[in-house]
């Protein structure tokens, strides 16, 4: 992570938007988050590009997308021994390249590598990427005995490593633009952490998300975020080496506030939280960049009088949506992001 990360409220966005074209995604979020433009998920263009399936392909053959289809198999028709034996020889012996993403499963990241290559080299300062984290895809995906391979320890090892892999290979692709690169592992399942329905201990997950980022920082520079739109032991995160902690503060942010040394801890170390200020599943079309800089700021104030320095909680923020949008319809993306970039100037304007 570079030294002088100090985001100071830019805005940037996680993961879907609606759109089935990828230019004019593309185009909607370069107009609009200016300082960390990110590249778009295109779900309804092709289920392909769903979470799992689309970082299939960097796994092979340990897991295999269906064409066209949501659905990600394991082993590819080999044992499970012999789709490990494969896996590990790419993963050691092969180039990263073979991690990287397919054109025919992410049209919205090769439109965005062409629109950044084609703009002026002082536009866009930062440039955001994503991969799926191995929590959630190794609870996404079921083995032959029905049980998801987050369970299987050696086989879970192994999607965390390959998708640490595919995060340097998009950083690598990414920072050849010219700009520095942060990529969040997005972990939705991180949300059900210490419920019945995800029963994986602390340490496990903390091995897992350390082998990913492990993977990922040996291979390229990056600065690496987490997104989780629920609720979840922030500590967790912290723990486990993440750069940057993405929540649902509009929805959760009261939570984080369980939180302050952890949270201390990661602004010390040069980190940051990004702020999912403005909501996206619960977005109903009347809120105001006013009002949700208010409860941003409330929630600032209440790390405050936990003893955080308001510097450190100014020069580290980022602003985000709250979560995809790939569900919504282009109009309410398009006003969520400009919501997202009217917040972060507030911000600047009466934080920092």
């Known amino acids: 992570m570079p030294d002088d990360f100090k985001p100071?409220?830019?805005?940037?966005?996680?993961?879907?938007?609606?759109?089935?074209?990828?230019?004019?995604a593309v185009s909607?979020?370069?107009t609009r988050l200016?300082?960390?433009?990110?590249?778009?998920?295109?779900?309804?263009?092709?289920?392909?590009?769903?979470?799992?399936?689309?970082?299939?392909?960097?796994?092979?053959?340990?897991?295999?997308?269906?064409?066209?289809?949501?659905?990600?198999t394991p082993f590819g028709g080999l044992s499970r021994e012999e789709a490990l034996a494969a896996f590990y020889e790419r993963l050691?012996?092969?180039?990263?390249?073979?991690?990287?993403?397919?054109?025919?499963?992410?049209a919205g990241y090769f439109a965005f590598l062409e629109a950044v290559q084609e703009a002026p080299a002082d536009a866009f300062p930062w440039l955001k990427g994503h991969v799926t984290g191995p929590i959630t895809m190794g609870l996404g995906v079921a083995g032959p005995d029905d049980k998801a391979l987050l369970y299987d320890?050696?086989?879970?090892?192994?999607i965390a490593r390959g998708l640490g892999a595919a995060a340097a290979a998009q950083?690598?692709?990414?920072?050849a633009l010219g700009r520095p690169v942060m990529i969040f592992f997005d972990e939705p399942a991180l949300s059900g952490f210490g419920s019945?329905?995800?029963?994986?201990?602390?340490?496990?997950?903390?091995?897992?998300?350390?082998?990913?980022?492990?993977e990922a920082r040996a291979r390229a520079d990056m600065v690496i975020g987490v997104h989780c739109c629920g609720n979840t032991d922030w500590s967790l995160l912290v723990d486990a080496g993440a750069d940057v902690l993405n929540l649902d503060s509009e929805g959760f942010g009261q939570h984080l506030l369980l939180y302050p040394e952890s949270v201390r801890a990661l602004l010390e170390r040069g980190g940051a939280v990004a702020w999912g200020a403005v909501p996206t599943a619960e977005y109903k079309g009347n809120e105001t960049a006013k009002g949700l800089w208010a409860s941003l700021h409330a929630l600032l104030k209440g790390l405050e009088d936990k003893g955080l320095p308001h510097e450190l909680l100014a020069t580290q923020a980022?602003?985000?949506?709250?979560?995809?949008?790939?569900?919504?319809?282009?109009?309410?993306?398009?006003a969520i992001l400009d919501l997202t970039a009217q917040v972060s100037q507030l911000a600047r304007e009466h934080y920092l």
């Open 318 to 334: 980022l602003v985000t949506p709250a979560c995809g949008m790939g569900t919504l319809s282009e109009d309410q993306s398009r």
């Open 196 to 214: 019945a329905f995800t029963p994986i201990s602390r340490e496990r997950v903390l091995a897992l998300l350390g082998a990913s980022f492990e």
């Open 8 to 24: 100071s409220f830019a805005a940037t966005g996680i993961g879907t938007l609606p759109h089935r074209d990828p230019k004019a």
């Open 92 to 106: 050691f012996g092969g180039s990263l390249d073979s991690f990287a993403l397919e054109p025919a499963m992410a």
């Open 153 to 158: 320890d050696e086989v879970a090892e192994a």
């Open 34 to 72: 200016k300082d960390m433009p990110y590249w778009p998920q295109l779900p309804q263009l092709d289920p392909g590009e769903d979470m799992n399936p689309q970082y299939a392909p960097a796994l092979a053959p340990l897991l295999t997308a269906a064409a066209g289809s949501r659905e990600v």
């Open 171 to 175: 950083a690598q692709r990414l920072s």
């Open 28 to 30: 909607d979020v370069l």
